[in-house]
């Protein structure tokens, strides 16, 4: 139990174009989602929190209008990477909190790179 | 502000050599503290949450204990699949978001 799963898994892009990435809960009801960013040999920092149904809330630093994060559903979240640079190139991972507890569980992440 | 402090960074091992990693942390009221295990480009992997001090958990070659200031990961008799960057993180008592810190990569050699 407890999957989410990534959509796609990795995209490479142009400069200036957007993206979208999704997420989804597989087997559960997620009232909250949220999404990181990984560089290379670091830990994953936090980026947004989105609630279904409501407006996502983002980090400190954090771009909403160039991060765009919906919550449409109870197993969807999607964040759209608008007009994409080289410097957004990343690991970009969701993870979604059961209902009922306070674990995230963590999807296999998407690999964008920006040329 | 939250913090996560991970030591050692990496650490090798000989297949069947014990060890433990460290999980420093300040939070203001701590909800829980969770273990996750993230392979190279994959997701993490959750293995354990911690609530409150002296608790213990356990899974095949994995144990988790916690303190008020501070987690340990024991690793018993490794196996080169146990390979991989385990990652500690903290919530505090009213928010739900996760605090990471920067992880410890295990490597286990044959």
């Known amino acids: 139990g407890a999957v989410v799963s990534q959509h796609p898994s990795w995209v490479i892009c142009k400069s200036g174009t957007s993206v979208k990435i999704e997420c989804r809960s597989l087997?559960?009801?997620?009232?909250?989602m949220f999404w990181y960013r990984q560089f290379p040999k670091q830990s994953l920092m936090l980026m947004a929190t989105s609630n279904e149904g409501s407006k996502a809330t983002y980090e400190q630093g954090v771009e909403k209008d160039k991060f765009l994060i919906n919550h449409a559903s109870l197993t969807l979240s999607t964040l759209t990477v608008t007009s994409a640079h080289p410097e957004d190139s990343s690991f970009y991972i969701c993870?979604?909190?059961?209902?009922?507890?306070?674990?995230?569980?963590f999807g296999p992440g998407t690999r964008l790179t920006v040329t | 502000e939250d913090q996560v402090t991970q030591s050692p960074e990496a650490l090798r091992l000989q297949e069947g050599e014990s060890s433990s990693l460290n999980c420093s942390y300040t939070v203001s009221g701590l909800r829980g503290l969770f273990w996750y295990r993230q392979d190279p480009g994959k997701g993490p992997e959750f293995l354990f949450t911690l609530y409150s001090a002296g608790e213990e958990k356990e899974k095949e070659r994995l144990k988790a204990t916690l303190t008020k200031k501070e987690s340990f990961l024991h690793i018993t008799a490794p196996k080169p699949e146990d390979s991989a960057t385990y990652l500690c993180?903290?919530?505090?008592?009213?928010?739900?978001?996760?605090?990471f810190g920067a992880g410890t990569t295990v490597t286990v050699r044959a």
């Open positions: 993180a903290v919530q505090a008592s009213n928010d739900y978001k996760l605090s």
């Open positions: 087997d559960f009801q997620a009232t909250t």
């Open positions: 993870s979604a909190r059961v209902a009922s507890g306070y674990e995230q569980y």
